[in-house]
């Protein structure tokens, strides 16, 4: 008999690639364009399939300088993602795309050393956008995640590149390698590099609820919680999970909110009761701007152009 010790246990489900080894189990699905499950050492990780998210919940800047009147598209093309293409890979071969009835020529046993699934998804911005999501597991459960976002004439600024993961419960804390505090492309001259620690999942308590919590030019976040929605689990017991750099440095948020959320509500009050994580891992983030008045808009190289094409990528761990 093979070993399979070290290999990965791929299960081709009709509308699902299932991916399993030792404490890990993930599932992708065809339909909703991304992770649906992500399943460490039994504890689930995924409240909602991953998904790229463009839109931050504007800030007093933003709307002085009519930002969100000019790329508003974004808000609305980020919710609903069409899913143009799939393309599996075993072994970096592409094959047939898994779903029933091509499935029935698997068998319930097999092992491989590696796994990629690339989702193609198409936003209705004018012209349309493309954003090509692609996860390649290893046999040890490592998923780089890279993330491509291609440009086209005519569509307006980004707010922010990222693939959000929406976690059932809250962390209670998150600890990261980076800049100290909240940092924005042009808001990072105060930030000290090192090792943070922050307990729970702070939110900046403006009058208006707005865009917050970034940290830029981070090499590894990781996110502990103790609770899970299993109502088995009686005990607390902490639990973690690492994002890390591959390439370059990324940016990113952790809060109990949505940006759909922050940008619902217009005051403190109206925020929904806190019950998830929110982490946002970011490959772009447009500046915050107000130099010269709250109101100025953001300086040239903070901007992220629309027309151009963009890509970062990172590994849970």
């Given at each position: 008999?093979?070993?399979?010790?070290?290999?990965?246990?791929?299960?081709?489900?009709?509308?699902?690639?299932?991916?399993?080894?030792k404490?890990?189990?993930?599932?992708?699905?065809?339909?909703?364009g991304?992770?649906?499950?992500?399943?460490?050492?039994?504890k689930?990780?995924?409240?909602?399939?991953?998904?790229?998210?463009?839109?931050?919940?504007?800030?007093?800047?933003?709307?002085?300088?009519?930002?969100?009147?000019?790329?508003?598209?974004w808000?609305?093309?980020?919710?609903?993602?069409?899913?143009?293409?799939?393309?599996?890979?075993?072994?970096?071969?592409a094959?047939?795309?898994?779903?029933?009835?091509?499935?029935?020529?698997?068998?319930?046993?097999?092992?491989?050393?590696?796994?990629e699934i690339?989702?193609?998804?198409?936003y209705?911005?004018?012209?349309?956008?493309?954003?090509?999501?692609?996860?390649?597991?290893?046999?040890?459960?490592?998923?780089?995640?890279?993330?491509?976002?291609?440009?086209q004439?005519?569509?307006?600024?980004?707010?922010?590149?990222g693939?959000?993961?929406?976690?059932?419960?809250?962390?209670?804390?998150?600890?990261?390698?980076?800049?100290?505090?909240?940092?924005?492309?042009?808001?990072?001259?105060g930030?000290?590099?090192?090792?943070?620690?922050?307990?729970?999942l702070?939110?900046?308590?403006?009058?208006?609820?707005?865009?917050?919590?970034?940290?830029?030019?981070?090499?590894w976040?990781?996110?502990?919680?103790?609770?899970?929605?299993?109502?088995?689990?009686?005990?607390?017991?902490?639990?973690?999970?690492?994002?890390?750099?591959?390439?370059?440095?990324?940016?990113?948020?952790?809060?109990?909110?949505t940006?759909?959320?922050?940008?619902?509500?217009?005051?403190?009050e109206e925020?929904?009761?806190?019950?998830?994580t929110?982490?946002?891992?970011?490959?772009?983030?447009?500046?915050?701007g107000?130099?010269?008045?709250?109101?100025?808009?953001?300086?040239?190289?903070?901007?992220?152009?629309?027309?151009?094409?963009?890509?970062?990528?990172?590994?849970?761990?």
């Amino acid at each position: 008999m093979e070993n399979t010790a070290t290999k990965l246990r791929v299960i081709y489900g009709d509308c699902t690639l299932g991916l399993k080894g030792k404490g890990f189990h993930y599932i992708f699905s065809y339909t909703r364009g991304g992770m649906e499950s992500l399943n460490k050492n039994g504890k689930e990780w995924l409240y909602r399939e991953t998904l790229p998210t463009f839109w931050r919940a504007l800030t007093d800047n933003d709307r002085g300088n009519g930002f969100g009147y000019r790329s508003s598209v974004w808000l609305g093309a980020g919710k609903y993602p069409k899913v143009k293409q799939i393309q599996v890979k075993i072994e970096d071969t592409a094959i047939e795309l898994p779903i029933a009835p091509v499935n029935n020529q698997y068998s319930n046993t097999e092992y491989v050393s590696s796994a990629e699934i690339l989702f193609t998804l198409e936003y209705n911005t004018v012209p349309k956008t493309e954003v090509v999501v692609s996860y390649r597991i290893n046999a040890l459960g490592e998923i780089k995640v890279n993330v491509v976002y291609h440009g086209q004439k005519g569509v307006p600024e980004l707010p922010l590149l990222g693939i959000r993961f929406i976690m059932p419960t809250q962390a209670t804390s998150f600890t990261y390698e980076g800049l100290s505090g909240e940092t924005y492309p042009d808001r990072m001259a105060g930030g000290v590099e090192g090792i943070y620690k922050i307990t729970g999942l702070p939110v900046t308590p403006y009058l208006v609820p707005q865009d917050c919590g970034v940290h830029m030019k981070t090499k590894w976040v990781e996110i502990t919680r103790d609770t899970t929605l299993s109502n088995v689990e009686k005990e607390k017991e902490k639990f973690s999970l690492r994002f890390e750099q591959v390439t370059g440095d990324f940016a990113f948020s952790a809060l109990p909110y949505t940006a759909e959320e922050l940008e619902n509500a217009t005051h403190r009050e109206e925020l929904p009761p806190a019950r998830r994580t929110v982490l946002t891992m970011l490959g772009r983030v447009r500046g915050v701007g107000g130099i010269n008045s709250w109101g100025a808009d953001v300086e040239d190289d903070y901007h992220i152009s629309g027309e151009e094409d963009h890509e970062f990528s990172f590994v849970i761990k």
